[in-house]
């Protein structure tokens, strides 16, 4: 049975960083697009992060580029997201998502064969 599971959300102040990882027990890891989505209270899922299936190339929404660094480890199956200067508005569950898909049509959550279940993660101010 294919997971992703997603680790390391929490409580934090304004300004401060997190890390979140997702390992994933899905076969030929390293052949999909990996991502980050996330969904704040009231609000539809939206794209944050997403990562080429080699590491290489990444793209960002414009609200957390240059805070935001998605990252991943094929040997250990794991894709992370370094959150750093975070702000109230970064309040949401993330998911982790993995894709047949490149890179650019994933962050428009097209082509998304795996989810994981969310890692809550509160900001405040």
């Known amino acids: 049975q294919v997971q992703l599971v997603e680790s390391g959300g929490g409580l934090v102040q304004a300004g401060a960083s997190l890390r979140l990882s997702c390992a994933a027990s899905v076969g030929s890891f390293s052949s999909y697009s990996m991502g980050w989505f996330r969904q704040a209270p009231g609000k539809d899922r939206e794209f944050v992060a997403t990562l080429s299936w080699s590491g290489t190339d990444t793209y960002y929404s414009d609200f957390v580029k240059g805070r935001f660094i998605i990252s991943r480890d094929n040997a250990k199956k794991t894709v992370y997201l370094q959150m750093n200067s975070l702000k109230p508005e970064d309040t949401a569950v993330y998911y982790c998502?993995?894709?047949?898909?490149?890179?650019?049509?994933?962050?428009?959550?097209?082509?998304?064969?795996?989810w994981g279940k969310g890692t809550l993660v509160t900001v405040s101010s």
């Open positions: 998502a993995a894709a047949k898909s490149s890179l650019y049509t994933m962050a428009l959550q097209y082509g998304i064969v795996y």
